[in-house]
């Protein structure tokens, strides 16, 4: 009898792998849902969206998109966890959910790195460093001259306690020891108005909220978040560039799986992404006026950033006792 049980032990552990590696080997064979964690029509559902339109071509399968939103992406996020590890179920990652949650909060229905398996950055929405167009403040170093004379009285704009606009400026105090205090609005919308009005002195925002307003004249750009100028505003200094070596700080989304996921799989979705990211057609659709970064990369460039994002805003959230709302 215990050679019968050992024998069909030994059959089923054989049986599996074979299995996983058939079903990796034909995928995709049926319907692929990309998880959104935040509403439609926002920028990382545009993302989604234009990526599994590419993906119906090049993977020839039908990928939806769909919108699980709730508590700061955390729901979308720990859907996709918890989901089968079959490349069927996938997750538009983000660093609010995947990065800026786990470093506020230890006691989230997930773990950043365990439970999930990375497939491939996407693209990234710097975050552009503003000052009112009546601002006498011309570049960084003048507004590190201006913060000093005015001896704890400058202060900043941003759209939420923890946002990723928020951190970058605790970020940018934290490397310089400029002191300048933190006004909170609710919302991208009021926190641009207030710096057009010149109700604040400076402002980090996301390049898709203060680009029509450095277009325009109506606010001055000083310093691009990325590690590279972006090509909408060529003339406009990374922030490392103007003094800050190793700054970066941008709204980056990526592709992920449930963990445990086949690396077949995994291999197969990133080569469609990196063959997308090089389309330019495709990079027209996801960029048209040059305002995004595209990213892309293998899924192990993947995984060692997301672990150097969480040690980054991890100590920015330590170092400035930020709370979650």
């Given amino acids: 009898m215990k050679a019968l049980r050992r024998l069909v032990c030994g059959f089923a552990a054989a049986v599996l792998p074979l299995a996983a590696f058939g079903q990796a080997d034909s995928y995709p064979s049926k319907v692929v849902k990309i ?85 491939s950055l996407l693209v990234s929405a710097p975050n552009v460093l503003v000052v009112p167009a009546t601002s006498k403040v011309n570049s960084l170093s003048d507004l590190r001259e201006t913060v000093k004379t005015m001896k704890g009285r400058a202060n900043y704009a941003h759209n939420g306690v923890g946002s990723s606009v928020h951190l970058a400026m605790e970020l940018m105090k934290g490397a310089t020891g400029m002191q300048i205090e933190a006004i909170p609005y609710k ?9 057009m009005a010149g109700e604040v002195d400076v402002s980090f925002g996301s390049v898709l909220d203060v680009l029509p307003a450095v277009q325009t004249g109506k606010l001055r750009a000083i310093g691009v978040g990325s590690t590279t100028r972006l090509s909408v505003l060529p003339n406009v200094p990374t922030v490392a560039e103007a003094g800050i070596p190793g700054f970066d700080s941008t709204a980056w989304s990526g592709l ?67 709370k979650a709302e």
């Fill in 187 to 195: 919302g991208s919308a009021p926190a641009v108005t207030a710096v």
């Fill in 35 to 119: 998880v959104v964690p935040y509403p439609a029509g926002g920028y990382y559902d545009r993302v989604a969206r234009i990526i599994a339109d590419t993906f119906k071509t090049s993977l020839k399968q039908t990928f939806i998109v769909e919108n699980r939103v709730g508590a700061n992406g955390v729901i979308g996020a720990s859907y996709v966890a918890k989901s089968a590890p079959d490349g069927y179920t996938l997750l538009l990652a983000a660093i609010g959910p995947n990065v800026i949650s786990p470093a506020l909060s230890a006691n989230l229905p997930y773990d950043p790195v365990r439970d999930f398996t990375p497939v």
């Fill in 256 to 322: 992920i799986a449930p963990p445990g996921t086949p690396a077949a799989i995994v291999n197969t979705l990133n080569a469609a992404v990196n063959a997308a990211l090089t389309d330019p057609a495709t990079i027209k659709r996801l960029s048209p006026g040059g305002e995004l970064q595209m990213l892309g990369g293998s899924p192990d460039k993947f995984a060692d950033y997301i672990k150097s994002e969480l040690v980054k805003w991890r100590k920015v959230v330590k170092d400035n006792a930020i």
